[in-house]
């Protein structure tokens, strides 16, 4: 006996779905994968910011600890004292909020 195989028609909707299951399945894991990476190289961005916002807040202190120095009691009367300048208590005068 002889098999006769018939061919089975497949409508233009079934075409369109397998066409897109397909493209799903190779497009599924490229896109993962870039996201990923996407997402790996923001973090990576994220953490050398951070490491740049704790050097410019060191260098802040610093600077800070720079300023308060200098406005120093002393630090202002060695200044005048070096522009020929002295210090006479009788000359201040105290600024109060009210």
Not at 63 to 87: N, P, R
Request: glycine share 2%; charged share 30%.
């Amino acid at each position: 006996m002889k098999t006769v195989k018939q061919k089975v028609k497949i409508s233009k909707f079934e075409r369109l779905l397998y066409s897109l299951a397909v493209f799903l399945v190779v497009i599924a894991p490229i896109s993962i994968v870039f996201f990923k990476a996407t997402l790996a190289k923001v973090n990576f961005e994220v953490e050398k910011q951070k490491k740049e916002i704790e050097i410019q807040k060191k260098t802040n202190e610093s600077l800070e600890m720079t300023i308060d120095e200098l406005a120093s009691l002393t630090k202002i009367q060695e200044v005048a004292e070096e522009q020929g300048l002295s210090y006479n208590n009788n000359n201040i005068r105290s600024v109060q909020d009210h």
